[in-house]
């Protein structure tokens, strides 16, 4: 498409929910799932996708949603600072219109897309106008997209192609003149139910003996053999005044079955150069983690409001104690907040692409890991036992004792019962339940595990002036 | 009763049923429950509750149960460390019966039975013979008991007569021939659905001018008056494959209120001692976090355990990281283990009672408080993202997929997926849904909230001599 | 001075040597110090400081040590985010070049004409002359400046007007024609007794009763009634192989005594009026404290490398609990500084001064604070047990076993005993000796405590937002 | 001997001292020291060893001191828990006395012994007796005992046969009639330059071709080419009021070089044997880790002390942020306490001694070692930066400021200067100089690394039984 002659157009949320009635294969505790958009469970997550059309429409998020070119702004490629500090800030407004949980569907993909991009020069043609029409396709089309990284592994400690189950990762069994057909699974794919497109990609290095194995490409989710089995979790029914974020809110994850799927060659982006299946795999999670850390922002500030809330309606603002945890939560979150903005100010241009400042991803990633089940701990500990022995709505509500209720639970400062029931279901929405817990592990596995992240801090940081820094100290030069 | 002519007898799990089918006033999410242990979500509570009277009847358990002079071991005052000891093991049994959940009708009834019993000599008569008698009462008809202890409380800085809200505490708004009559409301009231006797104590160090509120007394559970309102927390209906634990076991808490309820005078223990509120309050809380200490201890075993066995089904018990982490689990476990026995080792006389020792007591319960998150977070770590995205049960017995889900899945060791994913189960069970959740706020606020820990510590910690020894080293003396 | 009409010109190091030799009562040890620069402790803190001077010859650092207009670039009144980019990285420069040490005679006086310039408004004439007046002696003086703020505080529980020893603060005890008498005294006076120029700030917010004890002003070190004691920590004979740092740079403070000393009218900065001595209190700090996080960035860049050299010549640099450590210590340092240059980054005028995010300022200080001693645990953790068991180097010379000694604590990769024990000695130096205990008392005490930093925090944070995201959440809008 | 023939008699401090003159080969900074007892740094070594032998004359401590077989209670082979206790009592109230440092001349030394006796059964002949002479040699001369068990190691990620040096490990070069002669050279050996018998053990497991590596033996410290290089580490004069630790209480350790040296073989403890090399290591590890907890009750007291004292002397005992600060060290001291006599009441008879139960005393050790470094910061956070600004001593006595000195110094409470100058002092030693920094090296290092320490919890962990109640829990049996 050339700017300026037809121009870009953002598809609505009908448009998306639309495009999501297709013939794709996808189970919900073993039953089929013929409309994912009318399911009691996965439709949550699919409105809550659908956040991402709707921002489009709200004049105050326009600028940002929406690139000066005309297209989604996810689909713009970074090339300063600037640009990776709008993409940040729309990752993080997104986040917050989805009340804490990340929207995704663009994201996750133009991270993918800003991989292969920046790899386009060493894959070569005929891979690299495949990446270009391929964005563009996305792109032009304001598609939703998901991607399959994490393969099942089997034993973890042996390669791809040592494993007992060979279809442990996912492989290449077939090169036709067309195409490819592979078989294999992935876990841990989120919004594929909902997304238009389902990249894959490798999850780790590979050796020569491993090549069928290095592999990446992207079809439409209703391609054939693609088998989406999602996960229940999170899939209870949930009322809005207890679960104010999770009722409302949710991202359905996938096991991932290939089988025997065929993918023409213009999707196939990856196909046994094994030199490059590491490089891919971390690039891809490089820029994933800034999305990763720049779409944890609105939890940290919901935890950290949710405490001086709570402070404010049990009236212990002033309790030493609570000041004590209470500036713990904003050091923590603030520090997140400036390693995040800080990162992309640190940018640098990799074929053009400015990259964020990997070690400052990479610690501001584990930072956010490591503390997250502390900031739980600190704002449960604000916040009271009520948490878990709330009364129900139906109760404040009820003509015989709900205005007791009501007064015996009342807070600080004239807040009624039913007010700080409310800031207690929030927290405990947040940190005692399904959600709270879904967040917990994704902030120690989601977009790398904790253990990586130390591997790629170490990795990252400029050792030698460190080490010559030392040395003069010591004297030994 | 006179030990050796009528024998005791310990009353059946179902004798332990029907006594609950009386005229007690409970609601749930607004609705009468007539039937308590009828009603899909109290009834769970009422068969975990149940383990207590089953527990009798398993040979191997029995010796721990029943104490030498017939009756059940919760009610032996303990007069040595060995006594202590066993009441920690019979503890740690029920709740290990419990699945990590403590069973709690017997446990918290007789701290406060014991509590009252120690301070029987300050509180003198009519009180010690009516101590007296109510323990017999409970301990001869071998009743299940709570304790609401916790009062709404209002607005914190201020002490129970000067609050906006004069029954922000229970009070005494009527002293009769008869008895008296109180008002109020207490919050988090655990097993008050499922007792047969309803404790009250004070929560805090009175005033003269709060001496209404100085009461304490113990009432049946269907007085007229008295309303229970049960929270809605884990209320869900649960599968037992995703979560084997919470699916099968639960307490209820109320919000329980005091609406002009009768107490006769042989059921008043403390009214108006005003002095004595504080000490109560105190030796309750003393008892009942030795109870707690001893009944977290399953939970951090199979917080250990399921660790252990999620690096084994996962094939990482060798990899570096997590045995790091194995080891920290260990460590947290063990010194919580140790520092509970050794509490009771370490105990003292109080009035013919064995206390355990409080300083250990509360520096395990501030331990296993601040470590809890911490625990979490390792396991979660070691278990993997499978935790928040595995599929369901009726996805593994799947006539088309289900065979490739178990295969994809499978684990180390020749582990069926099928098997790795009760572990994850468990484990998301334990740490990331509401029953962890519940768990997680326990021990941040039940038997005392971690900063009344702390300064217990400080009260209970001999300074003199630490401080004559720095005086010593420093040369001051 | 006019620019383009005289040049500026900084002093040399002999110059400033020479300034420091005047009648200035000093004391170490109970003796007087007749001349500092020749003094066999005194003198390693004055050469130490006199790197100041030794920098502007420099090459490589000139244009970092000079400002634009000629003068000291310390000099600058900062009125952007690069300015104060640049004014860090000249700290941090310095402090490379004092071996971790921060050389202070600039940083913390310009700190103070900071402060005084932005309150300048509020203080209005003769007071702001009165601070350009001296701003422009000290910056065409090219001085060395110390700043005497914490005073003795005697009851800590009482303002100063109500101690029972009046002087405990430093106060005014007479208004004369020509100027004020002060009388008290301060203490950790850095760099005192190598400085020209003493400010005195007041140490805390004031009521109307203290109004005697709001005061500021600035006087020539060798002023009449003015003694400087000088602690003897770090003060023994030290050899520059085992103590590769600590042998040669120092800093030295002092208890400093105001004997009824006579302050002329124009070098009082503030006297009574106690409104603003808080906010002149708080204002220096915040400036400071960006300057201690700024110089504290070559200490854990020092930490870093020398743990990196550590497990290098250890050999461990493969072990996984080392690689753990080292990618903690990065984490720690690189955070440290991304808050660092992101506070200068997001700066805000205030009365034309660019003025660092106090927040992120304050967030970096105690993230600083509370990590260095974990840091020191992991450094010595790589390093083993010679840091504290190493032979000396006369052991290395010995014509009978110096060779055995070696060989036979020679490293990985071909290292010498030599080369490994001169890393052990810096190590020892950075953490286990004085040097250390100085670093970390330092990181927990000066600029403000770990608790003054906390309440800083959570005054500086924007609660507002915060809470309302969450009642937004909440479902309470 | 035959008791009760002729009775055990304790050695005199004296003649400790003489049995020191000796032949022995030490340097101190490469100069021979021909009388350890007269050198001024080792001197203070030998006097503070000496404190073992004067204690006996204390009639408080004699009956721990004296067993009741009528030797020092240090040999006396433990049988039972309580044999345990009075040893942890009796390491603990040397190291009182020692003022919060370790005597260690004879606990080590039995440790060896004890590790030794339980291994003699797979020993065998001739080593069971040879084994039961020296241990009676010992104990009937009352002697001091030196452990060097550290080898140089050189690679580590090679065995001691496949070192470049072959003599990185103690090695056996030469097997005679008469006896052996070994080779190599050891670190870290604390108390040899005052030992009377040096025992030597492998430091780790060894397989079939590290042979000549399975050595362990005792000779005398004069024996023929052994060298004793000591530590300069510590070795600084110090004045009393300024250091009132360190200053007179010191240990020495030693690089320790064997040249060639031979061992009869009635000396010779293992030779060969490789299979028992690593057993032997853990074993002695495992009693020395015992005797490690014990001895580190007083600096945790110490501290703990201290900071109450610094609280009290700075008016700051009742800040919230102390308290809480206060309440940690505590539980930290109490926990370690608790664990090390729960590990002495958990001891199991390995071929008739007591042996504490080790999981629980690594235990002890980890949390020991993780602790200490954020001990200090709390310290140092409750004393203030006068712990590194402090005036002298000698400033205190000034005939013209020294009251000045004394006033403006004063605390809370009507503490004079002086006073409150002595508790910084006793802070400073404890953990901000030298001596500091040794307590918290050897917290890391000593009697196992951090990392040794977890590997042994892991290991000593039942685990099936963790893992069955966890398989239990997932409905897996």
């Given at each position: 498409?050339?700017?300026?002659?037809?121009?870009y157009?953002l598809?609505t949320a009908?448009?998306?929910l639309n495009?999501?009635?297709?013939?794709?294969?996808v189970?919900y505790?073993?039953?089929?799932?013929?409309?994912?958009t009318?399911?009691p469970?996965?439709g949550i997550?699919?409105r809550?996708?659908?956040l991402?059309?709707?921002m489009a429409?709200?004049?105050?998020?326009?600028?940002?949603?929406?690139?000066?070119?005309?297209?989604?702004?996810y689909?713009?490629?970074?090339?300063?600072?600037?640009?990776?500090?709008?993409?940040?800030a729309?990752?993080?407004?997104?986040?917050?219109?989805?009340?804490?949980?990340?929207?995704?569907?663009?994201?996750?993909?133009?991270?993918?897309?800003?991989a292969?991009?920046t790899?386009a020069?060493?894959?070569?043609?005929?891979?690299a106008s495949?990446?270009r029409?391929f964005?563009?396709?996305?792109r032009?089309?304001?598609?939703?997209?998901?991607?399959a990284?994490?393969?099942v592994?089997?034993d973890r400690?042996?390669?791809?192609?040592k494993?007992?189950n060979p279809?442990?990762?996912?492989r290449?069994?077939?090169?036709?003149g067309?195409?490819?057909?592979v078989?294999?699974?992935?876990?841990h794919t989120?919004?594929?139910?909902?997304a238009?497109?389902?990249?894959?990609?490798?999850?780790?290095?590979?050796a020569?003996?491993?090549a069928?194995?290095?592999?990446a490409?992207?079809?439409?989710?209703?391609?054939?053999?693609?088998?989406?089995?999602?996960?229940?979790?999170?899939?209870a029914?949930k009322?809005?005044?207890?679960?104010?974020?999770s009722a409302?809110?949710?991202?359905?994850e996938?096991?991932?079955?290939?089988?025997?799927?065929?993918?023409?060659?213009?999707?196939?982006?990856?196909?046994?150069?094994?030199q490059l299946a590491?490089?891919?795999?971390?690039?891809?999670?490089e820029?994933h983690?800034?999305t990763a850390?720049?779409y944890?922002?609105?939890l940290v500030?919901a935890l950290?409001?949710?405490?001086?809330l709570?402070?404010?309606v049990?009236?212990?603002?002033?309790?030493s104690h609570?000041?004590?945890?209470?500036?713990?939560?904003?050091?923590?979150a603030?520090?997140?907040?400036?390693?995040?903005?800080h990162a992309?100010?640190?940018?640098?241009?990799?074929?053009?692409?400015?990259?964020?400042?990997?070690?400052?991803?990479n610690?501001?990633?584990?930072?956010?890991?490591q503390?997250?089940?502390?900031?739980?701990?600190a704002v449960?500990d604000?916040?009271?036992?009520?948490l878990?022995t709330?009364p129900?709505p139906?109760?404040l509500?009820?003509?015989q004792?709900g205005?007791?209720?009501?007064?015996?639970l009342?807070g600080?400062?004239g807040v009624?019962?039913?007010?700080?029931l409310r800031v207690?279901?929030l927290?405990?929405?947040?940190?005692?339940?399904?959600?709270g817990?879904?967040?917990a592990?994704?902030?120690?596995?989601?977009e790398?595990s904790?253990?990586?992240e130390?591997?790629?801090?170490?990795?990252?940081?400029?050792?030698?002036?460190?080490?010559a820094y030392?040395?003069?100290?010591?004297?030994?030069?």
């Amino acid at each position: 498409m050339t700017p300026g002659i037809v121009p870009y157009r953002l598809r609505t949320a009908d448009e998306y929910l639309n495009s999501l009635r297709d013939s794709r294969r996808v189970f919900y505790r073993g039953e089929p799932v013929s409309d994912v958009t009318m399911h009691p469970v996965l439709g949550i997550a699919v409105r809550h996708a659908a956040l991402d059309y709707e921002m489009a429409d709200d004049p105050r998020l326009r600028d940002l949603v929406v690139a000066e070119e005309g297209y989604s702004r996810y689909f713009k490629f970074p090339t300063s600072s600037n640009d990776l500090l709008k993409r940040s800030a729309l990752i993080e407004a997104a986040t917050r219109e989805g009340k804490t949980l990340v929207v995704l569907i663009k994201e996750i993909g133009t991270d993918a897309l800003f991989a292969l991009h920046t790899l386009a020069p060493q894959l070569g043609e005929p891979y690299a106008s495949r990446i270009r029409g391929f964005y563009e396709h996305c792109r032009d089309g304001d598609l939703a997209m998901a991607v399959a990284q994490t393969d099942v592994k089997g034993d973890r400690s042996l390669p791809p192609s040592k494993q007992p189950n060979p279809d442990s990762y996912v492989r290449v069994i077939e090169r036709r003149g067309d195409g490819i057909v592979v078989r294999g699974a992935k876990v841990h794919t989120s919004v594929s139910v909902n997304a238009n497109e389902l990249f894959v990609l490798p999850t780790r290095a590979m050796a020569a003996q491993d090549a069928d194995y290095a592999v990446a490409f992207a079809i439409p989710v209703d391609t054939p053999g693609l088998t989406l089995i999602a996960s229940p979790y999170l899939g209870a029914a949930k009322s809005a005044a207890e679960h104010p974020i999770s009722a409302d809110h949710k991202m359905a994850e996938t096991l991932t079955i290939f089988d025997d799927v065929f993918i023409p060659w213009e999707r196939v982006f990856l196909c046994g150069e094994w030199q490059l299946a590491g490089d891919l795999a971390r690039r891809f999670v490089e820029f994933h983690r800034f999305t990763a850390i720049s779409y944890k922002l609105p939890l940290v500030d919901a935890l950290v409001g949710a405490a001086l809330l709570a402070a404010r309606v049990n009236g212990t603002s002033a309790a030493s104690h609570v000041r004590d945890k209470l500036a713990w939560l904003v050091s923590y979150a603030e520090t997140l907040r400036a390693l995040t903005h800080h990162a992309a100010e640190q940018s640098r241009l990799v074929d053009g692409l400015a990259v964020p400042n990997t070690l400052l991803v990479n610690i501001a990633k584990l930072q956010f890991a490591q503390g997250l089940h502390d900031a739980f701990r600190a704002v449960q500990d604000i916040a009271g036992g009520l948490l878990v022995t709330y009364p129900s709505p139906e109760d404040l509500d009820h003509p015989q004792y709900g205005a007791a209720v009501n007064r015996y639970l009342s807070g600080a400062g004239g807040v009624e019962g039913a007010e700080r029931l409310r800031v207690m279901n929030l927290i405990s929405d947040l940190t005692t339940g399904e959600f709270g817990g879904y967040q917990a592990v994704l902030a120690v596995h989601a977009e790398g595990s904790i253990e990586a992240e130390k591997i790629a801090i170490l990795s990252q940081y400029p050792q030698e002036p460190a080490i010559a820094y030392a040395r003069r100290l010591a004297g030994l030069v």
